[in-house]
């Protein structure tokens, strides 16, 4: 079983930046997808950016590309998400998600994803 565990939220003004952590419990990935997913209040939970654990590759949803950036720490099983140049639409409670797959075309689906966090708030003041 795994446990993620997401910390970094918070209120920001707009043009702010904030990190959020994933850290993951219970198992140690040596393969797999590690991914963050918001969901702001009346919509669905939306695929935001991932990051493979074997080749390190990236993956990022077109609103958040060239302001946020996914990193991982193999050595402390965490993922990191950095949020620069936020804005209001960005306001959110944030999921880590993971999966021990790899599969390019799935991730961003929800349903890819075995283990979840609980979510952090994200919230941006204009």
């Known amino acids: 079983q795994v446990q993620l565990v997401e910390s970094g939220g918070g209120l920001v003004q707009a043009g702010g930046s904030l990190r959020l952590s994933c850290a993951a419990s219970?198992?140690?990935?040596?393969?797999?997808?590690v991914a963050w997913f918001r969901q702001a209040p009346g919509k669905e939970r939306e695929f935001v950016a991932a990051?493979?654990?074997?080749?390190?590759?990236?993956y990022y949803a077109d609103p958040v590309k060239g302001r946020f950036t996914i990193s991982r720490d193999n050595a402390e099983n965490t993922v990191y998400l950095h949020m620069n140049s936020l804005d209001a639409k960005d306001t959110a409670v944030y999921y880590c998600a993971a999966t021990a797959e790899e599969w390019i075309n799935w991730i961003a689906r929800r349903n890819y994803y075995a283990y979840w966090g609980q979510g952090t708030q994200v919230t941006v003041s204009s």
């Open positions: 990051v493979t654990y074997s080749g390190g590759n990236t």
């Open positions: 219970g198992r140690t990935f040596r393969r797999g997808t």
